[in-house]
């Protein structure tokens, strides 16, 4: 069972050559001993001593807002986790809740943590011709259909996953489940503009962009009406730019201002944000 992890290993080293973002160890292989499994985090006051610490790091007493954060944050690490495999090498691992767990520093999600042996899902067609044997020989679950990588890998990560930990920010901080629907819609979006913008996986991550886009997860809308696309010809180049449907509260710490996405800016506003960005 081992020897899964080890090609996992391999697998995440190639990904990261191709300098996407894989927040993702291994419980087998990974030195980390910070990690907290997600049961744990949702059990008991853990979720709270990490929501106050995220809290006390931004000088602020909002904790509806320090929970936005977080869920942000985590929702960010999750998905760059288990998205970038599924739509590049057509690699499916699947974070159930009860095999997830998360590093946190200063309060905040950085990397995702799996335990167990579970192998994960490979769609051949996808997966580069040099890799092939190494899923044939280390027993990884062939599928014949895009779907069926698809669906499992999304199961997991939203409704076991992401959506436990929705109902618990909400019941317990007040923090409006369409805000973190927009903080994982949002995040969607910044991915699969990077994962589009390699030529080599352009078409299938377009691909599993449309679907995600129009699925509903749980209890969730569906993730392509979390924002929409407004054309700035303000910018130099001219560019499309993603408006969130709801604001994440970023604004709320001191110091801080609305990102580039709120809703609350006007689009010359938003220009200015973005070119002040660039200028630094």
């Not at 995440?12 to 292989?29: G, N």
């Not at 996808?126 to 899923?135: G, Y």
């Amino acid at each position: 069972m081992i020897q899964h992890h080890v090609n996992n290993r391999q697998l995440l080293d190639r990904l990261r050559a191709e300098e996407f973002p894989i927040p993702l160890a291994f419980a087998d292989e990974t030195e980390r001993t910070d990690s907290i499994p997600l049961l744990r985090l949702l059990e008991g006051d853990t979720l709270r001593e990490q929501i106050e610490k995220v809290a006390r790091k931004k000088d602020s007493d909002n904790l509806t807002a320090a929970a936005s954060l977080f869920q942000k944050r985590y929702a960010g690490t999750l998905l760059a986790a288990v998205l970038t495999p599924m739509s590049t090498f057509g690699v499916g691992f699947l974070a159930h809740f009860d095999e997830t767990e998360v590093v946190l520093e200063d309060g905040l999600p950085v990397e995702i943590v799996l335990r167990g042996n579970r192998p994960p899902l490979v769609f051949p067609t996808r997966l580069p011709p040099s890799m092939q044997r190494m899923a044939q020989e280390n027993e990884w679950t062939a599928v014949e259909q895009v779907r069926d990588l698809r669906w499992p890998v999304l199961q997991a990560a939203f409704n076991n996953n992401l959506g436990p930990l929705i109902y618990k920010l909400a019941s317990e901080f007040k923090l409006a489940p369409r805000v973190m629907w927009g903080n994982i819609g949002n995040y969607v979006g910044y991915l699969y503009d990077l994962l589009r913008s390699k030529e080599a996986f352009y078409a299938q991550a377009a691909q599993d962009r449309d679907s995600l886009l129009h699925s509903v997860g749980f209890d969730g809308p569906p993730l392509g009406k979390t924002f929409t696309e407004v054309w700035l010809p303000e910018l130099d180049p001219p560019q499309w730019v993603r408006v969130r449907s709801s604001c994440c509260m970023w604004y709320k710490f001191p110091g801080n201002k609305p990102c580039y996405t709120c809703p609350l800016l006007c689009n010359e506003e938003r220009a200015e944000v973005l070119s002040s960005h660039k200028a630094k």
